[in-house]
């Protein structure tokens, strides 16, 4: 699929009806998480977003609120740098939610300059991956409750930047790389679907990895023009990804690619969307999803032994294990 065949969330949610589906999407506020809630919830669903504060929750249901007369919003506070406000949130969301047919775990950050969680993790390792990880695993039991559900995690093809820096993925002694970390993270989000998917994909709970395309929100507002021409230099000389590992599946046929083009949101959100309700991926999981189809992901970032690895350390860094 070229750039210019790009799918908005309006065409992929053509004719499909969500009515009594719970969804439940991270960072839904602002960028491609509020118009993933807006499309979705225009089609019917039962949308449930975080937000950091009180305040941007109250203005994003407001908007939501306004763009879809009728729908069904609602949020909860989370932090997703403290996992006291992860298992703060999710208890109340147990609480407050029968079940969750499908969590989008799309709130992330971006290139940030050197910094810390509230836990000590290195931000955007602890951000994108740890407190998703925590955060995903405390709600499996709603996500079994409404078996066969979806888990979707916000990936990026700036995966390719790095794999896992398994001596010291929180940069306690290695000078810190903005770059570098953020494709850590990016890596540890797919990583975290294939683990999900071997785990759980037999009791009907299946996992996706995807990479949204460059799409212009304020998510890039640390990065400066050095960091763009180092993004794409590092995404021309990567090695060529391995071959789709599933092609059988619908959709594999979309040609490496996507590219550093900025795209909107509704554009942006709609493998997100896909991803949630496409039927041509039912019963499948653990793949790595752009532009609204099967993509490559580096070999390391879809290899089952890391993710396996990274399961474990991660159930190490956060004190908590998910049998």
């Given at each position: 699929?070229?750039?210019?065949e790009?799918k908005?969330?309006t065409?992929?949610l053509e004719?499909v ?8 999407i991270t960072?839904?506020s602002?960028g491609?998480?509020f ?5 979705l ?6 949308i ?11 203005d994003?249901?407001t908007r939501?609120a306004g763009?879809v007369?009728?729908g069904?919003?609602s949020?909860?506070?989370?932090e ?10 999710a208890?109340?969301?147990r ?7 499908v969590l ?9 300059p ?9 931000l955007?390792?602890?951000t994108?991956?740890l407190?998703?990880?925590?955060f ?5 039991p709603?996500?079994l409750l ?8 916000l ?7 790095s794999?896992i820096?398994w001596?010291d993925?929180?940069?306690l002694?290695?000078d ?6 953020y494709g850590?993270?990016?890596t540890a989000?797919i ?6 998917e071997r ?5 009907g ?8 395309g460059m799409?212009?929100?304020d998510?890039g507002?640390h990065?400066?023009?050095?960091d ?15 071959e789709?590992r599933?092609?059988?599946d619908p959709?594999?046929?979309?040609p ?8 909107n949101?509704?554009?942006g959100?709609a493998?997100s969307v896909?991803?949630a ?5 039912e019963g ?9 189809a099967i ?8 290899d089952?032994?890391a993710?396996a690895?990274?399961?474990s350390?991660?159930?190490e ?7």
């Amino acid at each position: 699929m070229s750039n210019t065949e790009q799918k908005t969330t309006t065409e992929v949610l053509e004719g499909v009806d969500l009515t009594g589906e719970v969804i439940l999407i991270t960072g839904g506020s602002t960028g491609i998480g509020f118009e993933t809630a807006r499309a979705l919830g225009a089609a019917g669903a039962s949308i449930m977003i975080t937000a950091r504060t009180e305040e941007k929750g109250d203005d994003a249901i407001t908007r939501l609120a306004g763009l879809v007369p009728g729908g069904d919003f609602s949020y909860e506070v989370l932090e997703l740098g403290s996992l006291d406000s992860v298992r703060a949130c999710a208890a109340d969301l147990r609480r407050r939610l029968p079940r969750i047919d499908v969590l989008i775990a799309n709130a992330g950050i971006m290139a940030v300059p050197f910094d810390r969680t509230d836990d000590g993790f290195e931000l955007q390792f602890g951000t994108n991956h740890l407190g998703h990880f925590l955060f995903v695993g405390l709600l499996l039991p709603s996500l079994l409750l409404a078996s066969p559900s979806r888990i979707v995690l916000l990936s990026s093809m700036g995966h390719g930047m790095s794999d896992i820096q398994w001596d010291d993925p929180n940069y306690l002694t290695t000078d810190y790389s903005k770059m570098e970390a953020y494709g850590q993270s990016k890596t540890a989000n797919i990583l975290h679907a294939i683990e999900l998917e071997r785990r759980f994909g037999p009791q009907g709970i299946h996992a996706y990895a995807v990479h949204p395309g460059m799409v212009a929100t304020d998510l890039g507002r640390h990065f400066t023009a050095d960091d763009f021409a180092d993004i794409a230099a590092r995404a021309a000389a990567a090695e060529k990804p391995s071959e789709p590992r599933n092609n059988d599946d619908p959709g594999v046929s979309r040609p490496k690619g996507g590219g550093l083009k900025l795209v909107n949101t509704d554009v942006g959100a709609a493998t997100s969307v896909w991803a949630a309700v496409a039927p041509e991926l039912e019963g499948t999981g653990g793949l790595y999803l752009a532009d609204c189809a099967i993509d490559t992901a580096m070999p390391y970032a879809v290899d089952p032994d890391a993710a396996a690895r990274l399961w474990s350390m991660s159930e190490e860094l956060v004190g908590e294990r998910f049998a």
